[in-house]
Every structure is written in C-alpha cells, then in structure tokens.
C-alpha cells in the first residue's frame, strides 16, 4: 500500500471501504424516520434518507442515504404478506430495518442498503405524528364536535363500524346481547388494518348516514380488538377525525385495548378500552335509565298506596251503607206504592162518575133527538127522490118531486108554488 502522503482519491476511498466492511461485515438493524422518499421508474429501485428524529421544526441530528432495490422490495413484501402484514415506506414514519453497509469508492458515497423490514416495530415518529395531528385539529375546533352532541339516555338503537366476523363484533354483540336490554344494532363492515383503513373507515361511516337506519341511530360504534402500534396507527388519518366531526350522532371510539389511544379517541364523543368496554358505555347508561324509572315507579306506589288505601276504605263505607238502603228499600218502597194506590183508585173512582154523568147526559140529548119521537110530535122529515133530506126552502124548486115521511107513513108530493119567508 502506497504511503498516505502519495494516496489517490480512489485509494483512500477503497481504504475507507476496506474499513467499513471489516468494522460491519453483517447486516445490522437500524431505525429511523423515513425522509426525502423517492422511486426511480423503469427500474423500481427506492431511495430514501433515514434520519434520528427530532422536534418539529429542527434538523435531525444525523441522516444517511439508503438504497431499496426492486429484488429486495419484492422479498420484504412477501415475507410481510406471509406474516399477513403490509410493507410500505411512508414519509415521516419511523421503521426499522435491516441493513448493509456501503461504501461506493467510484463516488466516495456511504449509503444503506436496505435487505429486511421490521413490520411490527412502532417507533416515536408516530407518536409524534399524531401529536402534531391532534394540535392542528384541536386548533381548528374538530376533535370538540362530536363531543357537543347530546348522548341518548335510552341509546338502544346503535350503528356498529368494524371488521366483519371480527373478535371485536362477537365481543360487542355477546355483551349488548348478555344484558337483556332490546338493543338494535346496524352494521357497516370496514377494513381495519392496512393503507385502505381511513378510506373504508369515512364510507362507512357516509354509508351509515344514507342508510334507512341512519336518521334512527342514537349513537355510532367505531371499534376493533388490539394490535401493534403499527396496525393502530392507520386509524391517525385526519379524513377519519374530519368525518366523524360532521357526523350526526355521538361516536364511541373503542380502537385496540385500554393502553392504545388513536386519533379517532380524541375525534370522538366518547372513549372506550376496549369494544367490550363499548358495549358496556352503552349499557350502563340504558340501565340508568331503567334504575331511575324503578325509583320513581317506588315513589310513586309509596305516595299513591295510602290514598288507595283511603280510597279503598272510603269504598266499602259507601257499599255497606248501600247495601242497608238495599235492604230496607222493599218495605219502604211498598208504602209509598200503597199510598200511589190510594191515591190511583180515587182518582180513577172521580173520573168514572164524571164520564158516567157525561155519557148520561149524551144520552138524553140523542134520545130527545131521535126522529120516531119527532116525527110522534108532528114533525115531518122532507127528502128529495133520491132521498136526501132537504132542510131549506132554497134547496126545493117548484114542480119538484117530494118525499114526506110522517109518523105513521108517508107520502108523494109535487111542489106547485114556493114562498120564502
């Protein structure tokens, strides 16, 4: 090796690299904040920097050039899928990864060459991210919407948001189910894990508002059982804190378990640990209400039982005394009946003989009117041929026809001359 006074630049370069190599002759993990994110088309190689993290608005105390070739990303991608994990480099997402160390002496460039992908790994970058999400949307009012709305007391009618056939959905039903109370839940499937959680996330929640069941919700469950931080930092998307903000019914966030917080806890009206934990919130406040409607139903029997109790007795004072006046009804209604008769039989006796004289008195008029006796006095009854009784001078003409009946018999006469008075 030539003196280090007389080096070439590509010398000291492969000395360099020389050093490297035998300082980290094995891939080594590495974590970092994923920076300057770009992919060269046509080859489908990705580059990036892998920088510390640091505090908003400062630089990073160290950052390093690293290199994703295409054959490597098609092997970290399948090893992820089988592990039923998704791979994706995101910027300002803190991973960690596997590494060699590379030292290009044409360039003297140092770069990392990523070879693996730690998917379960959460770092601080996305506490971090969600910190400077939670600033921006308390400043702009969005995580107090939801928290405004008035919560049911009887929430019985509920929209549920997970994933279908869940442990999450058996959890949240069996305890609904458990408490005997006739809740009515309306699902909405979404996918809970991966880049498409937000986006199925706010359709679901658009789908339940256009649905039938939407104007009938008290309140909306938005919930799945527990993962690494890594699965529950899909839900820290400001469309999902944004969609519940507009939404019409108080939300109960119940995302991992009681140790996980995500941005839609802080969105929402309510959070719960656990979707147990959700289906509890619920009810507990339905059998509030029932405990409140038990005491006043109570009060109510305390406060009424002593006027039934009067009443009741009041009752049977007034049945007893009927039942006297019942009894004693027979003797005194027969006198009154008898006076009635008394009365009756005199009254009817008056009316009698007043119809006696009357018919007596009728009598004598139709006797003293009977024709016999008038004709027997003189008098003669005049008719014309036809027999009609003619009882004025007007009614006769002179060379008219007469019949005159007289007592004893009677005759045929012609009118020859007819004077009027």
């Known amino acids: 090796m030539a003196s280090a006074s007389d080096l070439s630049v590509l010398q000291l370069n492969q000395s360099v690299k020389m050093i490297l190599q035998a300082g980290f002759p094995e891939p080594l993990w590495i974590r970092g904040v994923v920076t300057g994110l770009r992919r060269v088309s046509g080859r489908g190689h990705t580059y990036f920097q892998l920088a510390d993290p640091s505090d908003p608005g400062e630089q990073p105390p160290a950052v390093a050039d690293c290199a994703l070739f295409a054959g490597d990303r098609s092997r970290i991608a399948i090893e992820a899928g089988r592990q039923a994990k998704l791979f994706q480099l995101e910027n300002d997402t803190e991973v960690r990864i596997l590494v060699s ?37 308390e400043k702009e009012g969005v995580l107090q919407e939801n928290s405004t709305l008035p919560f049911a007391e009887v929430p019985l009618s509920i929209g549920l948001i997970t994933s279908k056939g869940s442990a999450a959905e058996r959890d949240f039903v069996k305890t609904l189910d458990e408490s005997g109370y006739p ?4 699902a909405v499937w979404a996918s809970m894990q991966g880049s498409s959680t937000s986006d199925s996330v706010c359709t679901a929640f658009n789908r339940l508002m256009m649905s039938p069941a939407g104007e009938k919700l008290d309140a909306v469950v938005l919930t799945r059982g527990g993962g ?16 519940i903000a507009q939404l019409p019914w108080p939300v109960i966030s119940g995302i991992g378990h009681e140790i ?21 919130i619920l009810v507990d406040a339905v059998a509030r209400f029932d405990d409140r409607v038990s ?47 008394s009365k009756l039989n005199l009254t009817v006796m008056a009316k009698l003989h007043k119809m006696e004289s009357e018919i007596a008195e009728v009598e004598k008029q139709v006797e003293m009117r009977d024709p016999g006796k008038m004709l027997k006095l ?41 004077k009027n008075d």
């Open 260 to 280: 996980d917080t995500t941005l839609p806890d802080h969105a929402a009206h309510t959070r719960a640990k656990t979707p147990t934990h959700a289906a509890s």
């Open 101 to 137: 160390v590379s030292f290009w002496d044409r360039s003297g460039r140092f770069q990392l060459i990523m070879k693996g992908f730690d998917a379960d790994f959460a770092g601080d970058s996305a506490a971090i991210h969600l910190q400077r999400l939670l600033a921006q949307l």
């Open 295 to 341: 005491t006043l139903s109570q009060s109510l029997i305390s406060s009424v039982s002593p006027r039934i109790r009067m009443e009741n007795l009041r009752i049977k004072n007034l049945a007893g005394n009927l039942t006297l006046h019942l009894a004693s009804l027979p003797s005194r209604k027969a006198e009154v009946l008898q006076k009635l008769a």
């Open 183 to 186: 809740f009515g839940v309306y």
């Open 228 to 243: 690494s931080v890594t699965d529950l930092a899909w839900f820290n998307d400001e469309r999902i804190a944004r969609t």
């Open 378 to 418: 003189g008098w003669a009854v005049v008719r014309d041929i036809h027999g009609i009784p003619l009882r004025t001078i007007n009614a006769i003409n002179e060379g008219q026809t007469l019949k005159i009946s007289m007592d004893k018999g009677s005759l045929t006469a012609i009118v020859k001359e007819k």
